[in-house]
T-cell receptor, first 112, second 116 residues
Framework: GENVEQHPSTLSVQEGDSAVIKCTYSDSASNYFPWYKQELGKRPQLIIDIRSNVGEKKDQRIAVTLNKTAKHFSLHITETQPEDSAVYFCAANTGTASKLTFGTGTRLQVTL | GAVVSQHPSRVICKSGTSVKIECRSLDFQATTMFWYRQFPKKSLMLMATSNEGSKATYEQGVEKDKFLINHASLTLSTLTVTSAHPEDSSFYIC????????????FGPGTRLTVL
């Protein structure tokens, strides 16, 4: 089955700096890669996703890149703000039911 | 749009009792819903895929007789934890797949189960 690895597990940046979180996946058949943000005690929220037919997608301060050959994808957050502090999960789809396999999460802390 | 509700948000029960958790897609139809379990500071672990009108598909190691799933309509899936024990205490989260939104999954707010 699919295996998703995520790095780093924790990331601390100063406000205004950029943050990058990286994930790798194992199943070459995976074609959908969402990113979720989860604040403490809250539900995971979909913040951006990318499909395998594109290499990059951007939404304001958030961007995701995908390298199908290397089987890795990354989340980029620019001009970080304190409200960006949360746990971020990458995921990759697998199987006909479109189930997702999640990475282990990255705890992002944006300091003033 | 794409709102998913989950009830109850918290439940405390005695060991041996059964607990039912509901997951509803409020503004879209979901032929597929998913049930996850999340331990503190850990990732989301898929338990089962809930398919409307058919049997759920369970992940390896998840007991289907322990975690009963019913998906009787396009907007409702239920998870029943039968004969709950303290080790079943966890955060249970559902998600619903919106086929009209490119298959994106949207999560419910989760249910914190504590078994005494």
């Amino acid at each position: 089955g699919e295996n998703v690895e995520q790095h780093p597990s924790t990331l601390s940046v100063q406000e205004g700096d950029s943050a990058v979180i990286k994930c790798t996946y194992s199943d070459s058949a995976s074609n959908y890669f969402p990113w979720y943000k989860q604040e403490l005690g809250k539900r995971p929220q979909l913040i951006i996703d990318i499909r395998s037919n594109v290499g990059e997608k951007k939404d304001q301060r958030i961007a995701v890149t995908l390298n199908k050959t290397a089987k890795h994808f990354s989340l980029h957050i620019t001009e970080t703000q304190p409200e960006d502090s949360a746990v971020y999960f990458c995921a990759a789809n697998t199987g006909t039911a479109s189930k997702l396999t999640f990475g282990t999460g990255t705890r992002l802390q944006v300091t003033l | 749009g794409a709102v998913v509700s989950q009830h109850p948000s918290r439940v405390i029960c005695k060991s041996g009792t059964s607990v039912k958790i509901e997951c509803r897609s409020l503004d879209f139809q979901a032929t597929t819903m998913f049930w996850y379990r999340q331990f503190p500071k850990k990732s989301l672990m898929l338990m089962a895929t809930s398919n409307e009108g058919s049997k759920a598909t369970y992940e390896q190691g998840v007991e289907k007789d322990k975690f009963l799933i019913n998906h009787a309509s396009l907007t409702l899936s239920t998870l029943t934890v039968t004969s709950a024990h303290p080790e079943d205490s966890s955060f249970y989260i559902c998600s619903a797949r919106d086929g009209l939104a490119g298959g994106k999954q949207f999560f419910g707010p989760g249910t914190r189960l504590t078994v005494l």
